[in-house]
């Protein structure tokens, strides 16, 4: 028995709940009689909606078909091998649910070194071999496809990408010495570092090919036999592969340092996967392959055992599983059917709402507003952004005319909504304001339309208190921009039925949100934590510490941008009003800052100008600072704002504002964009002992976001 195969079978043993892929090789004649071909078809026996994943049982099985075909390669059997998937699914990588059960070095060794042992075989056979990229592939399905000769893609390919870095890892079987070599460095940063830490991005079919990834491309409809046609006059020299030349001079180096430097942007040297995949990418330079796979297991078992990589993987955990089937959410079946929408107000967030609910609802949406011009511009906004939506291609015209079709505007509140089945308001964050419009609404709605509010911070229950049916009225706070931040704050006020909140789940996942239970506590998450997140931050500067010092504080942690940047997204003065809304309800932990005020009053927009393109200072807000003359460092800054986080964070559990630690994390991550690497948060502040100095235990049992015991 070969070690590699020894290897696998260990794994295996550590990992019994692996979902097996097999690797199943059958022969074929290829067209223009070039030849017997063995074609091996990588299949876990579900369909596309569970993808294909290498476990170690699967590598064995990837390397037992392996076996086969280098037997009959080396017999003179056969002429070529090719590799491809099932039904729209190539593979999409290792199988991460066995990555978390690791807890030994050595064991995550061997995770690295089985890959590499196995997908370096295919290079290595007496005959050329094809990976025919049929359907998505990611990570591992990306790079047992690198160690082949020759790869074709669909153009129907929706998703091919290295992800790993988004995770906390580098690809590991491969990727990362592979790919400089195919495409040059500069393309390979794009791919392996820039992809990941833009959000995941994906590839299409098309991109993979003029990367110089694939060297062909086919229809989806055969593209199969259109792949056989080509490897047939491939194999038979009537088509030649001309790939471009690798500089590997200062271009290499140039890119490697792009790759620093938009690392560096990302995650501020807080996480450690990119820098490493980055050093193997510098490394592969001199074209030495068994180098450059070793400094990949090693990097590998690293980052598996590290913080970072437990935390990214409960990030993607919550998101793609904890985000799907909400916690505390009613049954389903008490759902009702919601055939049309009506907004009140039509103002850029309500025009937007309305966007939202007309593409993914496709049902009849109405506005209305105090007067005409706002409700005819609000329809214009809609109308517009579909026409976008055309040219870009995202629709064609028949289902653009349909949009626009659907998406209405009317003065009369009773004309708009008599049949609507759900209301929503968007309008000015004042209490009477939206108590005045939830009772004209009542009045005129069926007794089964839900009454739903876009508040931010404001009281569900008391928003609802004076209507005869406060059952039927839920929070529904989305987040800007509605169209890229996937939260849905889904808040029960006292009185809300179950019937009500479950309509409100129903429709959060038609519009494709990942709706989270809260309870109808002020600021309800995200505004909360990054309130007091924020307002540490302000309480520094006011005391005397210097803006720069203070932003320069929580670069560590690697956020998508600065506190003050982030409140010139906000708006200066939303982060007061819901400073002050949190000032009422906890004012010894929520001040409200005097600076604040002054800035806002002002009328500027942020604390930012951007003359020379960065952000600097504006002078008129230095200005206007009042500052103290205590001075912190950056340490002290980081601790004190941790601190407050930590503890507002544990409050919030002790108040059930939601279920579980858990609920935070994936309202931080989908609704402000906090990084996969920290997990949310409660993973990082328990990784640095926060949590402990603050409220005396962990937010995480351990092996949750962590190592095992």
């Not at 056979?125 to 790079?143: C, I, R």
């Not at 393309?187 to 992809?195: L, T």
């Not at 049309?340 to 609802?361: C, D, E, H, P």
Request: net charge negative; charged share 25%.
């Amino acid at each position: 028995m070969s070690t590699t195969a020894e290897l696998l079978k260990g794994a295996a043993e550590l990992f019994p709940g692996e979902v097996v892929t097999s690797a199943h090789v059958r022969h074929l004649d290829l067209p223009q009689g070039a030849g017997r071909f063995a074609l091996i078809t990588l299949d876990n026996g579900f369909d596309h909606t569970k993808p294909t994943t290498f476990g170690p049982a699967s590598l064995a099985n990837l390397n037992a078909a392996i076996d086969q075909v280098e037997k009959e390669a080396a017999d003179g059997e056969i002429v070529g091998v090719g590799i491809t998937g099932k039904p729209f699914i190539f593979a999409v990588g290792a199988d991460l649910k066995g990555v978390e059960l690791l807890t030994r070095h050595e064991d995550a060794l061997a995770i690295g070194k089985g890959g590499h042992d196995v997908f370096k075989r295919l290079s290595g056979l007496a005959v050329p071999t094809f990976a025919y990229y049929n359907g998505a592939a990611m990570g591992g399905g990306v790079e047992v496809g690198l160690h082949c000769t020759y790869r074709t893609v669909s153009k129907a390919l929706p998703a091919f990408s290295l992800p790993e870095v988004f995770l906390g890892l580098v690809p590991g079987w491969g990727g990362c010495v592979l790919l400089p070599n195919l495409i040059g460095a500069d393309r390979a940063v794009s791919v392996i570092i820039e992809n990941s830490l833009n959000q995941n991005k994906q590839l299409k079919g098309a991109q993979v090919h003029e990367l110089g990834i694939a060297d062909a491309i086919f229809e989806g409809a055969d593209f199969l036999e259109q792949s056989l046609i080509w490897t047939a006059s491939v194999l038979r020299g009537e088509t030649e592969v001309v790939r471009a030349e690798v500089d590997r001079g200062e271009a290499w180096d140039q890119a490697v340092q792009r790759g620093r430097a938009i690392a560096d942007g990302k995650v501020h040297g807080a996480a450690p996967a990119a820098y490493r995949a980055l050093d193997i990418i510098a490394a592969a330079k001199n074209g030495d392959l068994r180098q450059g796979f070793d400094a990949e297991d090693q990097a590998l078992a690293d980052l598996i055992m590290g913080g970072e990589l437990r935390s990214g993987i409960y990030s993607f955990n919550l998101v793609q599983k904890r985000g799907k089937r909400p916690a505390g959410a009613p049954d389903k079946s008490l759902a009702r059917p919601v055939t049309k929408v009506g907004v009140v107000g039509a103002g850029l967030m309500a025009s937007q709402l309305a966007l939202l609910f007309a593409r993914r609802l496709e049902v009849p949406v109405v506005l209305t507003d105090i007067d005409q011009e706002r409700v005819d511009k609000g329809v214009g906004y809609v109308h517009g952004e579909i026409d976008k939506l055309l040219l870009k291609g995202r629709v064609n015209q028949d289902k653009a005319n349909r949009l626009k079709g659907l998406v209405t505007g009317v003065l009369d509140k009773a004309a708009a909504f008599g049949d609507a089945d759900f209301v929503i308001e968007a309008v000015f964050e004042e209490m009477g304001v939206k108590q005045k419009v939830f009772a004209e609404v009542e009045a005129v709605v069926p007794e089964h339309a839900i009454l739903a509010t876009n508040t931010s911070s404001l009281s569900v229950t008391e928003m609802a208190s004076q209507l005869k049916h406060p059952e039927r009225v839920v929070g529904f706070h989305f987040f800007n921009p509605v169209a890229i931040l996937p939260l849905l704050e889904i808040v029960r006020g006292e009185k809300t039925d179950d019937a009500s909140l479950a309509t409100a789940f129903g429709v959060a996942k038609k519009l494709k949100k990942t709706g989270v239970l809260v309870k109808d506590a002020p600021a309800f998450v995200v505004n909360r934590i990054l309130t007091r997140f924020m307002g540490e931050i302000q309480n520094v500067i006011d005391e005397g510490t210097p803006v720069e010092t203070a932003e320069k504080a929580i670069e560590p942690l690697g956020l998508p941008m600065s506190p003050l940047v982030l409140l010139e997204l906000v708006g200066p003065a939303i982060g007061l009003h819901v400073s002050e809304t949190l000032h009422g309800a906890f004012p010894e932990r929520f001040k409200v800052s005097e600076n604040l005020a002054a800035v806002v009053k002002a009328g500027k927009r942020g604390f930012y100008v951007y003359d020379s393109g960065k952000p600097e200072l504006d002078p008129e807000v230095a200005a206007l600072l009042k500052q103290g003359d205590v001075v912190l460092t950056e340490q002290q800054v980081r601790d004190r704002v941790l601190d407050a986080v930590a503890q507002e964070i544990g409050l919030m559990l002790e108040e059930g504002v939601v279920a579980e630690a858990q609920d935070i994390d994936l309202c931080l991550i989908t609704g402000a964009g906090w990084p996969f690497h920290l997990g949310g948060i409660t993973p990082y502040l328990d990784r640095e002992g926060v949590s402990e100095r603050v409220n005396g235990k962990k937010f995480l049992a351990q092996g949750v976001a962590s190592v095992p015991a």
